[in-house]
């Protein structure tokens, strides 16, 4: 029998549910959620003493997400999931940048498929370390076709399973063409964690690209090795994990990275993350800085937190076609924070 959701049990949700999503619209064979946020963000502040862009502005940003569900037959569901960010001030009226759009089915047992913008395989590893809400995680190659791997035209496929104290993740992507300066890709993971009041977890990922005859010079055909190791809960305690990616390139010069994270979560909703980053080039240093996250929920749903970037040792340059080290700017990358008001719903 069906059972809608009344809109004034669903605002109801909206306060004190999940900050997630709110389930808007249940019945036996389907279910529809919505959810999003809005954020207040006291941004651009420079601390290098050389940079030359003193500005502080105040920038609103705005997301919508919807994800749907239906049963087409016992133990299968079709899905529909999308994100957008959306214009959240007048200068950006009109502004609708996706995030993910993706449409697939979704079993009891064997896990889901889907089609459409999604993450790849390869996130199963990369997400061990990406922990911070904006910044950090720039010691890798996986996010050179698309921003944070929200890659258009994917193939996905997922599966998961907990049991006893034990947490099993697999993920095999086919990149389409429908990606920009991209003619075709995979990606496969797997990642193992064990233990129940302080797991600790591996995590491996494959990645090729080859890129298109008309694609820009930066690009080149890759693949990427990928692993990460964690230990303990990111939402409760002590957390810290390690990632170590090397990419070897067609014609570019190899790239290898790594990242440390750590961070603590407090029962009061205090929670303190710290991020190193390193990326190297041959013999050029692309990247060195420690980002760090220092947050507090109000509730479930509303949270402040300021984010802060701190160069380490001085960048190189490379040359984009073949990767080769140009010279050294002699300083270090630019120092910058930011302070935060955010509404999940």
Same mark, same amino acid.
């Given at each position: ?15 004190? %549910? ?16 919505? =959810? ?49 960010? $959306? ?10 940048? /996706?995030?993910?759009?993706? &449409? =697939? ?8 498929? /889907? ?7 390869? &996130? ?11 910044? =950090? ?38 990149? /389409? ?10 990606? &496969? ?5 064990? %233990? ?30 990928? &692993? ?81 970037? $701190?160069?380490?040792?001085? $960048? ?5 076609? /073949?990767?080769?080290? $140009? ?19």
């Amino acid at each position: 029998m069906f059972k809608k959701i009344a809109l004034a049990a669903a605002a109801g949700a909206l306060l004190a %549910g999940s900050a997630n999503a709110a389930v808007v619209y249940q019945s036996e064979s389907a279910k529809l959620q919505l =959810g999003g946020r809005l954020d207040a963000a006291i941004n651009s502040v420079a601390l290098s003493e050389r940079a030359t862009d003193k500005k502080v502005e105040l920038v609103g940003t705005a997301r919508f997400r919807v994800a749907a569900e239906s049963a087409i037959t016992d133990g299968v569901k079709a899905l529909g999931f999308g994100e957008w960010q $959306i214009g959240a001030e007048t200068s950006h009226n009109g502004q609708w940048n /996706t995030r993910f759009a993706y &449409v =697939g089915f979704k079993t009891d047992d064997y896990g889901q498929l /889907t089609f459409g913008q999604n993450q790849p395989a390869a &996130v199963i590893a990369l997400s061990a370390t990406d922990i911070l809400i904006d910044w =950090g995680a720039k010691a890798t190659t996986s996010y050179e076709f698309a921003a944070k791997a929200r890659q258009e035209g994917l193939v996905d496929y997922r599966y998961k399973k907990s049991f006893n104290n034990q947490a099993l993740k697999l993920g095999l992507s086919y990149q /389409t063409a429908g990606l920009d300066n991209v003619d075709t890709g995979v990606s &496969v993971a797997g990642g193992y964690e064990y %233990g129940e009041y302080f797991p600790v977890g591996l995590n491996l990922a494959y990645d090729y690209y080859r890129v298109s005859n008309t694609a820009p010079a930066k690009y080149d055909d890759k693949n990427a090795i990928t &692993v990460s190791l964690t230990g303990g809960d990111l939402t409760a305690g002590f957390y810290a994990a390690g990632l170590y990616q090397f990419t070897d390139y067609e014609h570019k010069k190899n790239v290898n990275g790594f990242e440390l994270a750590a961070g603590y979560t407090w029962d009061s909703g205090v929670q303190f993350l710290l991020l190193y980053n390193q990326k190297n080039q041959d013999s050029a240093r692309l990247v060195s800085n420690f980002a760090g996250e220092l947050s507090y929920k109000f509730n479930p749903n509303f949270r402040a937190y300021v984010e802060a970037e $701190i160069g380490v040792g001085d $960048i190189d340059t490379v040359d984009a076609a /073949t990767g080769k080290k $140009i010279g050294s700017t002699h300083e270090r990358s630019d120092d910058k924070v930011a302070f935060h008001l955010q509404y999940n719903y």
